[in-house]
């Protein structure tokens, strides 16, 4: 089992949903980088579900522990470890399941896998909790990034038949800043009452929504990547398909590109300020995997959230015979808000994995 990625900036999770802990190691931060322990501590509030009236009930403070590998608010240049504390775990919902899949949940593949044994209350190691130590190791690669002044902010493009789509022209420090302010994540506060709306009439259905995030990068050099296999699309889209309940991802125009023309689709190059930039960005800022100084611009696709209170039907693994079940206990109806701190998590540390990888970080 692995769970790490990252070639010089790797980053590994650990524990469960329901188990004492879960946290993060972080190998490769060049000694002396300062960490903000207010900053990390804040990203893990926008993580979690406490004061969010859409959100699950359960009541995680998500203290953050840093374990090793900081000296005097440095680091000192061995792995980083760090955790937070399952206060608020409740079992016996999931126990009460133990024999019968979720629809929309690893229960049968994992049980198929790895036994009986598997604690997969609350989802075990495949649960959305898991993403706490992706945050907190991007909120590390955050302070190897803006000194170079490289910025990530994601945002809810769409939640359900609701988009709000932000202009391409948004700095994105207004981005950031209108995302923050409601509830939902949206850049566009009437559609963030409509998103709103949306989830609620979900969450009184026993139902859940999916939605769209977009992440934007700005301040990436050029050149930034390798070709193939470690390309920036392809080390990207490694993390987001890491990320629970994300099912697509596309950059720029993304799969609009396949009704597009060459002629549409290619973005010309022109001289602006005496910087080489190009007049559209229909590549997302990429090019042969390489960054080409444009915004980064991906659009990620979060699925409705599986634990649902609407009667499912399923297959009890001790007897073979048909069942029908209703989840029960503390969910999301819709995780797109929560994921929003996440995916810009992910961003940062693959960019800065990529950064030290091109020698663009010491």
């Known amino acids: 089992m692995t769970m790490e990625f990252g070639r010089r900036f790797r980053v590994g999770i650990f524990g469960t949903s329901h188990g004492p802990e879960v946290g993060v190691t972080v190998e490769g931060i060049p000694p002396g980088t300062p960490v903000d322990l207010a900053t990390i501590q804040a990203d893990l509030d926008r993580r979690r579900p406490v004061g969010r009236r859409l959100a699950t009930r359960r009541q995680e403070e998500d203290r953050l522990v840093v374990d ?10 061995s792995m980083f470890r760090a955790h937070v504390a399952n206060t608020d775990v409740k079992r016996e919902p999931y126990d009460r399941l133990r024999d019968t899949p979720r629809p929309g949940h690893a229960d049968y593949p994992a049980r198929v896998r790895y036994g009986e044994d598997a604690d997969l209350s609350g989802g075990g190691i495949f649960s959305g909790r898991m993403t706490v130590g992706l945050v907190i190791a991007g909120a590390l690669a955050r302070a190897l990034l803006d ?15 609701v988009e709000a789509p932000a202009d391409e022209a948004m700095p994105l420090a207004d981005l950031a800043r209108r995302a923050a302010s409601n509830e939902v994540g949206s850049v566009d506060p009437d559609a963030a009452e409509r998103m709103a709306n949306a989830i609620g009439e979900a969450r009184r259905a026993g139902d859940s929504l999916g939605g769209v995030v977009e992440v934007r990068a700005a301040g990436v050099p050029v050149g930034l ?3 193939f296999f470690d390309s920036v699309e392809s080390m990207l889209a490694h993390a987001y398909f890491s990320v629970p309940a994300v099912k697509g991802v596309e950059f720029g125009a993304g799969f609009a590109a396949a009704r597009m023309r060459g002629s549409e689709h290619n973005d010309p190059f022109v001289l602006e300020a005496g910087q ?6 229909h590549a997302g800022g990429l090019l042969g995997g390489l960054a080409t100084g444009m915004p980064i611009v991906a659009r990620v696709a979060v699925k409705p959230a599986s634990s649902i209170a609407v009667r499912q039907r399923t297959v009890n693994l001790r007897t073979r015979q048909a069942e029908e079940i209703v989840v029960t206990g503390r969910h999301d109806p819709c995780i797109v808000p929560r994921a929003v701190v996440v995916l810009e998590a992910v961003t940062r540390s693959v960019l800065v994995d990529l950064a030290l990888q091109g020698g663009y970080l010491r």
């Open 68 to 77: 090793r590998g900081v000296v005097d608010g440095r680091t000192d240049g």
């Open 147 to 161: 000194p170079k002044g490289i910025a990530v902010v994601a945002y809810t493009r769409s939640v359900g038949p």
């Open 225 to 227: 990547g390798e070709p």
């Open 276 to 281: 080489i930039r190009t007049a559209t960005n």
